[in-house]
């Protein structure tokens, strides 16, 4: 005799078939463990959490000071590239006039306006003291004037060349230059001549051996405004009977 059964068992595959749609979210009892721990550790967040006045004054003294460190060391660094660019300057110039004597078989010179410089058509004040300028001379007619080779070139911004340095040079005579597109008439220039063979013009006089110096600052008239406590200047002097270049650092001229 059979027994009745009001609840019959279904069979495993009935029930796969039945639910295989379904997904199954199988938790690890670790990963679950490390998750609450995390929780845990986290911290409340206060909204009323901010920044005391004592550690904002900190903060600012802090700036401060370091503005008040760094801004003269910034200038400093400022200055020294403008002199090292004006060093380059002046030295290329040297060569570049050297370099022109010996290829055109000519007299070559650098030329430096003063304070007795004046221009047609232009303010002559941004040259003096802050410029140079190559010219050379015509081969085949002396009675020409020089012209210039190249451009004007003018020192960085804050520096400026020694009006006792300029002074001291030699002067060239029969010089015509350019002010933007306007060709100014024959005049004079202190200058650094050189000859043919590439050493210094032997008629000049005195030589200019003792050089160009400049400094950090700026000059009104003849009188230098100096902006750093520098007691020693790049000063580029040179060989009479080579013509080279030679960099050093000298007390002011």
């Not at 002396?142 to 003018?154: E, L």
């Amino acid at each position: 005799m059979t027994s009745f059964n009001p609840f019959p068992v279904q069979h495993p595959r009935v029930s796969v078939s039945r639910n295989r749609g379904a997904k199954f979210k199988i938790q690890n009892p670790r990963v679950s463990a490390s998750r609450e721990r995390g929780k845990k550790l986290q911290h409340p967040r206060n909204p009323e959490a901010a920044f005391t006045l004592v550690e904002l004054l900190a903060v600012i003294g802090i700036m401060g000071l370091l503005a008040a460190v760094g801004v003269p060391a910034l200038k400093g660094l400022t200055g020294s590239g403008g002199r090292k660019q004006a060093l380059s300057q002046v030295m290329g110039a040297l060569e570049i006039a050297r370099n022109t004597a010996i290829s055109n078989g000519t007299n070559a010179a650098v030329i430096f306006p003063d304070d007795g410089f004046s221009a047609t058509g232009a303010d002559p004040n941004p040259y003096k003291y802050r410029s140079m300028a190559v010219v050379a001379w015509n081969a085949t007619n002396s009675n020409a004037p020089a012209t210039m080779v190249g451009s004007w070139i003018v020192l960085p911004q804050g520096i400026a060349l020694f009006p006792k340095s300029i002074s001291t040079l030699p002067l060239g005579t029969s010089i015509s230059v350019r002010i933007l597109t306007t060709s100014n008439p024959a005049t004079t220039f202190r200058a650094i001549s050189f000859q043919s063979d590439g050493a210094l013009d032997e008629n000049q006089s005195p030589l200019p051996t003792n050089g160009i110096a400049f400094f950090e600052g700026t000059v009104t008239g003849t009188t230098t405004n100096p902006t750093s406590k520098m007691t020693k200047f790049e000063t580029v002097r040179l060989t009479p009977y080579t013509g080279r270049t030679l960099p050093i650092l000298a007390p002011a001229p």
